[in-house]
C-alpha cells in the first residue's frame, strides 16, 4: 500500500449543507500538494443527511474515509476516533462548518517542515459574535495560557496540524480537544501558532454558547494536574495532606496542653472539631495520594507505557531516528 503523507480529520455533527462545499474545497487544495493524502469526515450522530453525503464521497473517491458513532459523542471523541483511524504522518484537524479554510493547510505544512510538532491557527479576524464567542474564547485563552505554560491566542481554532506519533500518544477524553497543544507540552511537543482565515457561517447553526466556559474551566483544573503531576500524583495530594496532617497536629496538640497544664475544657471547643477534621483530612489526602501513585504505576507498567517520546539516539556515532519523537538526546 502507498504510504499516507496526510491526514485531514474532520468531526461533521449535522453539515449536510456545508459538506459538499468543503470537499470541493478540500480537494482543491490537497491536490495541489502533491502528497498521497486522505480526507477522514467523523459523523458525531448526525440527525440529517451528513452520514449519507460521506458515504457518497466514499463511494466516489477513495482518498476519503468515513467514520460513523452511533450517537452524538462529542468533538473530543469525534477527533480522538480520527486521530486513531489516520494513517498519515501529519495530521490536519479542521471544522466541518466551512468556518476554517483549507487553503490555510499549506501554511501549516509549512512550519511542520520546520520542525515543528504542533501548529495552531489563530482566528485573528474571528467572524464570530463578539459577546456571546470572542470574549469568552480571549478570556479563556488568556487563562489557559497563564496556567498552563503554553501561550497561543486560541486554543479553540479546530484548524491544527499535528505530526501523527504526537496526536497518537496524547489521551483525552471528555472536551478536551482544544486543549491538545497544553497536553503535548508533558511530552516535549514544539508548538507554534499562525493567524488563519475565518469566514461567518453561511449555513446550519453553532453548537457552543457561553456555557461552553465554565467547562473550560473545570477541565482547566484537570490539564493543570495532568501537566504537572500526572506521574507523581502524590506530590501535590500528599503535600496538601502533610500540610493539613501537621496544622491538624499542632492544634491538637495545643488543645491537650491547655487540658492537661490549665485545667480548662476543650470538648466544647470549635477548634477541637477543625483540629481534628485538618488532621483526618491530611491522613486521607496522604493515603489517596499513595494510592494514585500505585494507579499511575499499574497504568504504565501494565501497557508498557512510557511518560516520554525519543526523537533521535546518537549510538556507534551513528544518528537513529526513533519514529520522529519529541524528546532529543543530546550526547557531548
Known sequence: MEKVELSIVIPIYNEEENLPILYEKLKNVLEKLGK???IIFVNDGSTDRSWEIIKEFSLKDPHVVGVNFRKNFGQTAAMSAGFETAKGEIIITMDGDLQNDPEDIPRLLELIDEGYD??????????DAFISRTLPSRIANWLISKVTGVHLHDYGCSLKAY????????DFYGEMHRFLPALSKAIGAKVTEIPVKHHPRIYGKSKYGISRTFKVLLDLILVKFLLDYRTKPLRILGGSGAVLLLLGAAVLLYLVGIKLFLGQDIGNRPLLIFGTLFFLSGIQLISTGIVAELITRTYYESQG???????????????????RGLVEEKVN
Open 36 to 38: 498521497n493524502y486522505e
Open 118 to 127: 504542533i501548529v495552531s491557527g489563530w482566528r485573528k479576524d474571528r467572524k
Open 305 to 323: 507505557k512510557r511518560p516520554y517520546l525519543i526523537r533521535e539516539i546518537i549510538r556507534n556515532q551513528k544518528l537513529e531516528t526513533v519514529n
Open 163 to 170: 505530526r501523527s506519533e504526537v496526536a497518537k500518544n496524547l
